[in-house]
């Protein structure tokens, strides 16, 4: 399995990095990368247990930044003129069942609604595992005409989908997305529909989560239930999994031919109309969290932090609140830049134990304020991303604040991009793949296309088909032939494709 | 019935206002107030009728508006310290059972989930119909001692009480609030939380949606099930109907006992939490259609009114599409002062239709630019909520357009404070309070606070104690001695208390 690399600029000056995660009270990611994750959920307050079965209780630091994530979004979608609705929770059973396939994917997950208050109901409701059947239902009674299109809605909301191993963010039952969905003219309108929303989940990863994800389509076997072709950006994580970021799925005339949507061509004929759906879900977390941490904890890219500078003021017992009012004053100034900034004026803590907390929560920038360096006009820096101290004066630490937080935006980006560069492995025989795979490896190989040939490899190696990059990718992107790395027949797709393990 | 009186400045010059409203297609208030209200709700495209039994689907302008709601709010709770989770949407059964005033209250109204997968679940969860009790579960866990508190929690989402006549955002069975949720570690503390909301929800109704609003404290029979007093915005709809617009509950240690929240406190000893809990939901929506609509439609206060500025562009079809090019200008000038602006360039519809469509959708102020206005440098301006459109040079129609805004946002709240006065009755006889209540009106009466009196009257005449207005409320708040107008007997609450039906 790969392991994270220990990041050098962040273990400078570290004989022991284990010794120092113990100290924290983090398992080291070498040691055991899901418990890793998991103390780090709980100790960083992301998210606590639930005493319903499969469910998670998102606690106030990780409902900031879910916050922050809807809020980017949201703004995107409003930009582009989407415009949101809100769709009941419940669909009656019998819509799933409407679209064969989508029936099939969802059946085994479905949570059943069967009384109210006292009466039994004859037709049960469903907890909505996606919305585009009661969404197609509603539409079929709001479209007439081609005038009326293209419709550009989306939901924020939860969805449930039964789960029987939970893991906060990345797997449980009741999990929180947007759900775009449209319904267009023309089949090449829903196309760059969908493509453009994959761009601008593009960009949203690398700009503001400094996530890099490869742009690709699912084949066949790995599309949503119901699509006629899944897109999706997938982002490696540091134990080498993937991890799927967001998908957008053209659905052609399936659910519009299941729901009745059709309209009035401007020749006069009727036709269904295009449509497509697209989300990113609250596991978009765990890839931040899976993509950026380390031994100490988080580390949030300050584009998305909801504190990008902590201040603490180190006093004694004497001085202690008059150090919390020179905080406060710091605070109000940098605020003043329009940054996100929290002091922690918390009585009976030890400075260490601060500092430990918030380098466990990942915020970007801690300033250290004592009555010496007050004295001195100067501020003790410490970036989460480095391991030494500055100490500069006061004027240029505060001056220079954001030009740092976009330097470590910016090196949290690089460092994952080479992470994930470094870790994917281009092969040409199925032993190499399985080498690579068992590895913790991503693989780019030729493929035949053959769903039967993609069960297998999946059967020997856990690894399945993360994408087939776009030409447009910013990753492994190059246009090739070649043979199957498993069958030996010709390749589609006239390039190598993308595989690995994936949560 | 109180009628809701034509409204002097914006009937002015109409023979026949009946008239009117049906050439627009929607019942006159005077006619039917029910149907004029779920007419408006739909040709607005507010929301529409949902598939699923007591549900509603929220369109585009309903969600924005929606929206709108949720950020003002969202911010001033942040503003205040408060910190939003999120918490799971189904309950075990078991814990709505251990508050047994909250299982009283609650039980035939909950959704039971019976069925996840195949699996035929042993306990069933119930979909939240508020959530103390898992909070107060969750809560048990995180405290430990007063240093922790106070927790100053809440949540947007949804939540699910079964109704059998649904009514577009004041009754169904799926409906969208924030609930907040806060413990603390003395009682003194929770009722200043309790009322500082009350009085925040207040200012919001105000200021913002230009509702006047009575704050006061709720009988012991309209309680919240399980709080030890509850609080209570009440407003008067344009039918005389009063509607709760929001709620803030002391709840004492009542979950807190139920639920194990307990704490160490400064003196080393164990104390349960005092907690409170408070609500603004989507009806809130349904007091904004009710206390400013009139025959045309909706009237959007600016200061909540998703699109303050409509400018339709009127030309013919050699010049329209210039029109609309000079109509973006306008907006872009207008969006810079941060207005929410709307150009209407949709094709093949008559002015006409579009200056209707805007009306019954509330739009504050519509411009309307012509080649002839363009020319003479005019724009032709019409208020929403007067009859008569200005011409005026372009410059000052454009300086002037946020003070316009405001003094429209001010004559909305004065005409509703004027028509609650105007429909608030002083009585001291119960035969007044039922000819004024038959009447349609609000009554301001003494009572002896005996809950078998509050029931016999909403046995008599359907309406029941809206509050008892505090001392420091805007309206009704004056001290006084007197005799129950029911039984005779010495009235309670040093006050004359509000009485009304409601929605």
């Not at 790969?2 to 962040?10: I, L």
């Not at 415009?83 to 069942?97: A, H, R, V, Y």
């Not at 150090?323 to 260490?352: C, F, I, P, S």
């Not at 070649?482 to 069958?487: L, M």
């Amino acid at each position: 399995m790969t392991q994270a690399k220990p990041d050098q600029q962040a273990q400078q000056g570290n004989s022991s990095s284990d010794k120092k995660a113990q100290q924290y009270g983090v398992t080291p990611q070498s040691v055991d990368f899901n418990d890793w994750y998991n103390e780090v959920v709980k100790k960083a307050d992301l998210a606590d247990n639930s005493p319903v079965a499969g469910t998670m209780v998102v606690k106030p630091y990780g409902s900031a930044l879910w916050e922050r994530i809807v809020r980017w979004l949201d703004d995107a979608f409003k930009e582009r003129d989407h415009e949101s609705l809100i769709f009941p929770t419940l669909i009656p059973m019998d819509f799933i069942m409407k679209e064969a396939d989508h029936v099939e994917g969802f059946a085994p997950e479905l949570f059943t609604v069967n009384k109210i208050g006292t009466e039994v109901l004859a037709e049960p409701y469903v907890l909505r595992p996606t919305s585009e059947t009661i969404i197609g239902h509603m539409w079929s009674g709001w479209l007439n005409s081609y005038r009326d299109l293209p419709f550009l809605h989306y939901q924020w909301g939860s969805v449930f989908r039964a789960e029987l191993r939970t893991k906060a963010f990345l797997r449980t039952s009741e999990f929180y997305w947007h759900e775009g969905h449209t319904a267009h003219a023309s089949e090449a309108e829903a196309q760059a529909e969908v493509r453009m929303i994959l761009e601008l989940y593009h960009q949203f990863c690398r700009d503001i989560l400094a996530l890099p994800v490869v742009r690709g389509e699912k084949t066949a076997s790995e599309r949503f239930a119901g699509a006629a072709a899944t897109y999706s950006i997938e982002g490696m994580m540091r134990d080498g999994k993937a991890l799927q970021a967001g998908t957008s799925h053209y659905l052609g005339q399936k659910f519009s031919k299941a729901f009745g949507v059709k309209f009035q061509t401007r020749e006069q004929k009727e036709e269904f109309a295009f449509t497509t759906s697209w989300a990113i879900s609250s596991r978009i977390i765990g890839a931040i969290i899976m993509t950026h941490g380390d031994d100490k904890g988080l580390m949030m890219p300050p584009n998305i932090a909801p504190i990008q500078v902590v201040i603490i003021p180190v006093g004694r017992k004497d001085n202690f609140e008059e150090m919390v009012v020179e905080a406060d004053k710091l605070a109000a100034k940098l605020k003043g830049q329009g940054l996100r900034v929290r002091v922690d004026g918390r009585e009976g803590l030890t400075n260490g134990f601060k500092y430990n907390d918030w380098e466990l929560k990942g915020i970007p920038v801690r300033l250290e304020l004592g009555p010496r360096d007050l004295e001195q006009g100067v501020l003790v820096v410490k970036n989460r991303t480095a391991d030494d101290k500055e100490t500069l004066p006061r004027a240029e630490a505060i001056s220079g604040m954001k030009a740092r937080l976009d330097e470590i935006q910016g090196f949290l980006l690089q460092r994952a991009t080479d992470f994930m560069l470094e870790n994917t492995v281009t092969v040409d025989t199925y032993d190499e793949f399985k080498a690579a795979i068992e590895d913790g490896k991503w693989v780019r190989a030729f493929h035949c296309g053959d769903a039967e040939s993609e069960r297998q490899i999946k059967d020997d190696t856990k690894a399945t088909v993360r994408n087939i990059p776009l030409d447009d990718a910013e990753f492994f992107a190059e246009r090739e032939d070649g043979v199957c790395v498993h069958t030996g027949k010709p390749a589609a797709y006239g390039k190598r494709i993308l595989f690995g393990r994936q949560y």
